[in-house]
């Protein structure tokens, strides 16, 4: 029963997807069109384990993230990769963003999720340099060493004799009798493969390539969502992630801290033609505004441009996984993918085994 399987793409989802069809017992072939793995997406977010607050009751994002957080919590115990279950707060600062925090803990009560409301005087005796008039405690977000996890994902995937080529870039996948067929560049020349299946994990590539087997796929918005990141020089000013309440096309501009005790602002939300990862310096005056209200004293600190990260937006707004025939297709799987991915990992080698 063994067959080939094609994973497109080295990020966190096709690395997790890579391990499991591996465990699985499919012959795995990831193909990543840079040299290195994890540097689209998945090197250029928050790295946070997400708790399963904001999606709506039982979407793809709220189904996978709860799965994919207790996955998560496991795999990184398991395999010794760093992380932390930091807790969080999400914060109001004024009477109108109280009432937000209230519908805001009842979608997470029906995702499951349970967070405690709090006063101001509660959170701000817990953070002291915070500014609140109420906030809910996620008792169950947390960070996680990115890159760590990636390369475990990798070293398990090819321990169970899958093959990453890098610098292998797919540009067309057809359908014949004998299976698929893929062709691309590898290392600057063109290369065919014949594949049983093929998992499309290639994040912001994935619509351009599901536009070459399925017309009809959902299609990202017509501008990037781009993401700047500025660090914070100095002492960490808080121990738990600090977010404001949600915004539209983001979970607004918020604080969080890596294992290796730097600790940041971001993303905020800027609409681009074409993709760049070059920090946009004249956000910063942004930044202190957007942050003033819940950390007053961020004028007191430096803030240096940090990194960029683009979201993998597809229209409805929700994951899309399906499977056409032999072909697995993944779009769409913005935040919260890295804390989904185990679990999404887990549905997608259910598909190639249905
Ligand atoms: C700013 C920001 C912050 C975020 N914060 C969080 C967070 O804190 N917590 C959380 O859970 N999620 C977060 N996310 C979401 C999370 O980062 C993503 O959902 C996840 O990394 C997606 O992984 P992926 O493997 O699908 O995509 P990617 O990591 O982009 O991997 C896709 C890979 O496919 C390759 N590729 C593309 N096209 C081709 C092709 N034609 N041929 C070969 N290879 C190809 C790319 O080079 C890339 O390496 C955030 C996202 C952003 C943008």
């Known amino acids: 029963m063994t067959k080939s399987v094609m994973v497109i793409g080295a990020g966190v989802v096709g690395l997790a997807c890579s391990r499991a069809l591996a465990i699985a017992g499919y012959d795995v072939v990831i193909v990543e069109k840079h040299a290195y793995i994890g540097t689209e997406v998945s090197g250029r977010n928050s790295g946070v384990i997400h708790a399963g607050i904001y999606y709506p009751q039982g979407s793809a994002k709220a189904r996978f993230c709860?799965?994919?957080?207790?996955?998560?919590?496991?795999y990184c115990a398991d395999h010794d990769i760093p992380h932390?279950?930091?807790?969080?707060?999400?914060?109001?600062?004024?009477?109108?963003?109280?009432?937000?925090?209230?519908?805001?803990?009842?979608?997470?009560?029906?995702?499951?999720?349970?967070?405690?409301?709090?006063?101001?005087a509660q959170a701000m005796a817990l953070e002291p340099e915070l500014y609140a008039t109420s906030a809910l405690v996620s008792a169950t977000t947390g960070i996680v060493d990115v890159h760590g996890l990636l390369f475990s994902l990798l070293a398990e995937a090819e321990a169970m004799g899958a093959v990453l080529s890098t610098q292998t870039c797919v540009s067309q996948i057809l359908r014949t009798p004998q299976g698929l067929h893929v062709t691309g560049n590898s290392m600057g020349a063109a290369f065919e493969m014949s594949v049983d299946m093929v998992?499309?994990?290639?994040?912001?590539?994935?619509?351009?390539?599901a536009a070459t087997y399925w017309p009809d796929a959902?299609?990202?918005?017509?501008?990037?969502?781009?993401g700047n990141y500025f660090s914070i020089a100095g002492s960490l000013p808080f121990q738990r992630l600090i977010y404001p309440v949600p915004e539209q096309d983001g979970l607004g501009i918020h604080y969080t801290l890596d294992l290796n005790g730097q600790s940041r602002l971001g993303p905020n939300v800027r609409w681009i033609d074409t993709p760049n990862y070059?920090?946009?310096?004249?956000?910063?005056?942004?930044?202190?505004?957007?942050?003033?209200?819940y950390?007053?004293?961020?004028?007191?600190?430096?803030?240096?441009?940090?990194?960029?990260?683009?979201?993998?937006?597809?229209e409805g707004g929700d994951f899309v996984i399906r499977r056409d025939d032999r072909i697995i297709t993944l779009l769409g799987i913005e935040s919260p993918g890295l804390t989904s991915s185990l679990a999404i990992a887990e549905h997608v080698t259910a598909l190639a085994q249905a």
Do not use: C, H
């Not at 004293?297 to 441009?305: H, K, W, Y």
């Open 218 to 226: 959902p299609k990202p918005p017509a501008l990037f969502a781009k």
């Open 84 to 120: 932390r279950n930091t807790q969080k707060l999400i914060v109001a600062t004024n009477s109108a963003q109280d009432g937000i925090l209230q519908k805001l803990q009842k979608t997470a009560a029906q995702n499951g999720v349970i967070l405690d409301l709090i006063s101001g």
């Open 295 to 314: 950390w007053p004293n961020v004028q007191d600190r430096a803030l240096s441009p940090d990194y960029v990260g683009i979201r993998p937006k597809i």
């Open 199 to 209: 998992v499309n994990a290639a994040g912001l590539g994935a619509p351009q390539l």
């Open 66 to 74: 709860l799965r994919g957080k207790q996955l998560m919590y496991q």
């Open 278 to 293: 070059d920090v946009d310096v004249d956000a910063e005056d942004l930044f202190r505004d957007a942050v003033k209200s």
